[in-house]
């Protein structure tokens, strides 16, 4: 089993549409949590983070479920300019007590008119 | 621009040629991870800095590859002997953090590498 596993999509929604993806872990002693954006041909930047709490940031949901070991990234009302792959980054404790950043493959998202 | 850079932004280069990437990070942060991304797929993480010190390296490194931070601000990262295998996207990323835990990381704009 991969350490991190995200479902590679497309997910193909309409503008206005609702659309949640998943990203789920192995290393239950994982400590921190990321969503990051990624267009194409160009490099990763930060959406959100993910807190035990989960947070809000207008649009945009993230959630952590330790007791399934999965995080979650809620998007409302998708616009075109969400169309991108999202990307989810675990970070386990490396065997240096260092923390080492572990990315899924990334979920492809199509927003459509 | 005080961002993350990196260059060349492009390197194409013979197999069993050596190349090497430079990355210069945000001034203030003192942690720089190095990753390679292939197409269809997410980063890879390769080796990891705070300040000069390599703390942590990916098992599946092989040994042609090097990395260094001498004073704790730019890094190389060497790549001996390509091999076609080798071809990705090289990503260089900083953050800050003096404690355990994970800071946000800002990626360069990557080196992409072509290994004919």
């Known amino acids: 089993r991969k350490e991190v596993e995200q479902d590679p999509g497309p997910f193909n929604v309409p503008e206005g549409a609702t659309v949640a993806f998943n990203c789920t872990y192995s290393n239950s002693a994982s400590q921190s949590f990321f969503w990051y954006r990624q267009d194409c041909r160009k490099e990763p930047k930060l959406l959100m983070s993910v807190y035990s709490s989960g947070n809000e940031d207008g649009r945009f949901t993230a959630q952590l479920n330790r007791a399934s070991q999965y995080i979650s990234l809620l998007i409302r009302d998708s616009k075109l300019s969400d169309s991108a792959t999202y990307l989810c980054?675990?970070?386990?404790?490396?065997?240096?007590?260092?923390?080492?950043?572990?990315f899924g493959r990334g979920t492809s998202l199509i927003v459509h008119p | 621009d005080t961002g993350v850079s990196q260059n060349p932004r492009h390197k194409i280069t013979k197999r069993g040629q050596n190349v090497t990437f430079r990355c210069d990070p945000i001034s203030e942060h003192n942690r720089l991870y190095w990753y390679r991304q292939t197409l269809g797929q997410g980063p890879e993480f390769l080796t990891y800095?705070?300040?000069?010190?390599?703390?942590?390296k990916s098992r599946l490194l092989s040994d042609r590859f090097s990395a260094e931070r001498p004073k704790g601000s730019f890094s190389t990262l060497e790549i001996q002997r390509t091999e076609q295998g080798d071809s990705a996207m090289y990503l260089c990323?900083?953050?800050?953090?003096?404690?355990?835990?994970?800071?946000?990381?800002?990626f360069g704009p990557g080196t992409r590498l072509t290994v004919l």
């Open positions: 990323a900083s953050s800050s953090g003096t404690s355990g835990g994970m800071y946000t990381q800002y």
């Open positions: 980054v675990v970070n386990p404790v490396g065997a240096g007590g260092s923390y080492i950043p572990t």
């Open positions: 800095f705070q300040n000069e010190a390599q703390l942590e």
